[in-house]
């Protein structure tokens, strides 16, 4: 079997079971990792070895990118003690504390070694959480904290990797050189992002063709990551500044039918990339066993349990005080739900990100000696990710339903006040054209009577909170001229939103939801020149 068909083979396998696990309703991440599994222990079945470099440069910067392009700044910066405290914060602890077990519980082991395993498994795996807990009507601060987590976490956790390697490898790392290094790997990485970021921008305009418009958006990430990662800063930062620029202007950059295009590769592909990751995560079972001849079960199943349980319970220990002491300290935020912040502690998954870094690491140090502990590292960090995966990953949903947690209606209002704002631009312009007597007739009333009606049904949703379905949209037109004036008032309507979005007054969640019915309509009503 040549490399070709056993690509196709696994990518038409991985796709497969992931369509199974969505109609029974399952986590499909956690189904693809078992679908790995059991295809790897099958005899004869070909051995995949995970290029880490395929994880860092291939798979990672589209999910990056994409995770930005959904992020509020908004948000994300409202809610960034929380998120920094959790991404900075939290890995940091987590390091320490795996680092703290194996010097008391693993012979032999050192400091150095530990903080070095702990550094690989402290970043939570974003995938495997936000494709667990979709559909699940979490609140919105949940998501906007899980989320923001997952755009910086990645990065914090491999500036300690690189550190915890060069200590270890013997590269003489010493507290001022670690400073500059943390410095630039931070500070060049959002530079270096959002140089690139701002030179897209600049640059779209050039861009004609809807083809070439949603390539060049896959060329942003992967340009961005590697371009960090040469000049050894964090691509991770970089990716994501990138995306998150991107994101801003992309309003303003994207048409109706670019964004809807767009919108739906982007989707495809990042579907596709997070199925290959779990699926690929699974098959490296043998090889992970195949270097652990010298270590006992026994003993291989106690460090795993105890460091597994390390993790969790500092994650759980950690959200509460982070959530409640700033929240008591600032007197004006409001206290966090008890059950949420449950939530966000119970999400650690861990995924391929910490695999990757498990496989990257050198095979040698300077001296020439074989890197301490590399096998048991690797098989450590596999044992958290499978334990995180399967006990957390098929516990969440029911936790998440058995603590019955309050509707949060508070994107839906947010929604609908952002239309009301922007139909009622539409209708002064309307009655501006009326007065000065630019427009009238049947088109300029059958206008009119929609937004009105448009109007009148956003305000009484508002008002009763229900899902009441929305008119039906115009669909004919009775001349050019009719469609050119609704072309122009849908403008304005996009410009309303957007106005909203720079005041900060609505988020990107609704700036999205409301933005993609503005596109539906004006994809049929551009006028044909």
Not at 313 to 338: D, T
Request: hydrophobic share 55%.
């Amino acid at each position: 079997m040549t490399s070709i068909e056993t690509f196709l083979g696994f990518l038409f396998a991985a796709i497969l079971i992931a369509l199974i696990a969505k109609r029974l309703d399952q986590p499909y991440p956690i189904a693809l990792v078992l679908g790995g599994l059991g295809i790897a222990l099958i005899p004869g079945a070909p051995r995949i070895a995970l290029d880490p470099n395929m994880v860092f440069f291939l798979l990672l910067p589209p999910i990056l990118t994409e995770a930005a392009f959904f992020t509020s700044w908004r948000d994300f910066w409202r809610w960034r003690r929380a998120i920094f405290l959790l991404a900075f914060g939290l890995v940091t602890a987590t390091s320490a504390l795996v680092a703290f077990l194996c010097v008391q519980f693993i012979p032999g082991m050192n400091w150095a070694t530990g903080f070095l395993l702990g550094a690989i498994i402290s970043p939570p795996d974003a995938a495997a959480a936000t494709s667990i807990t979709r559909g699940l009507g979490l609140p919105k601060r949940v998501v906007q904290i899980l989320e923001g987590e997952s755009l910086v976490n990645d990065a914090s956790g491999l500036t300690l990797y690189r550190f915890a390697v060069i200590a270890i490898a013997g590269g003489g790392l010493s507290w001022s050189s670690a400073s500059l290094s943390f410095l630039w790997i931070v500070l060049g990485g959002v530079a270096i992002g959002a140089l690139l970021g701002i030179v897209f921008v600049k640059l779209y305009s050039f861009l004609r063709d809807p083809e070439v418009e949603v390539l060049s958006t896959f060329l942003l990430s992967y340009f961005s990551y590697f371009a960090a990662e040469q000049v050894h800063s964090s691509g991770v930062l970089a990716t994501v500044t990138s995306g998150l620029i991107l994101a801003w202007y992309a309003p303003e950059l994207f048409n109706a039918n670019s964004r809807i295009r767009g919108f739906a590769v982007w989707q495809t592909f990042v579907f596709i990339v997070n199925a290959t990751i779990f699926l690929l995560i699974g098959l490296q079972i043998p090889s992970v066993l195949e270097g652990l001849g010298g270590y006992p079960l026994s003993l291989l199943a106690w460090w795993s349990g105890i460091i597994l349980f390390g993790v969790i319970a500092l994650r759980l220990i950690w959200v509460f005080p982070a959530a409640y002491l700033p929240a008591l300290l600032s007197g004006g935020e409001p206290m966090p739900n008890w059950r949420a912040v449950l939530i966000v502690g119970w999400t650690g998954l861990r995924g391929v990100v910490s695999l990757a870094a498990a496989l990257a690491l050198p095979l040698e140090t300077e001296r020439g000696l074989p890197f301490p502990y590399r096998n048991l590292i690797l098989f450590l960090t596999f044992a958290v990710i499978l334990g995180t995966l399967f006990l957390q990953g098929l516990s969440l949903r029911p936790i998440v339903r058995w603590l019955g947690l309050p509707a949060d209606k508070a994107s839906e209002e947010e929604q609908l006040n952002a239309r009301i704002y922007a139909a009622e631009k539409v209708l002064e312009h309307v009655l501006e054209v009326q007065d000065s007597g630019q427009c009238t007739g049947s088109a300029f009333e059958r206008i009119r009577g929609y937004y009105e009606d448009r109007l009148a049904d956003l305000r009484a949703r508002l008002e009763i909170e229900t899902g009441i379905e929305r008119r039906d949209e115009p669909e004919d037109f009775q001349s050019l001229a009719e469609q050119r004036l609704w072309w122009k008032l849908v403008k304005i309507e996009r410009t309303a939103i957007l106005d909203l979005r720079k005041q900060l007054k609505i988020g990107d969640e609704a700036l999205h939801e409301i933005e993609r019915d503005i596109d539906l309509l004006e994809a049929r009503i551009t006028p044909k020149h």
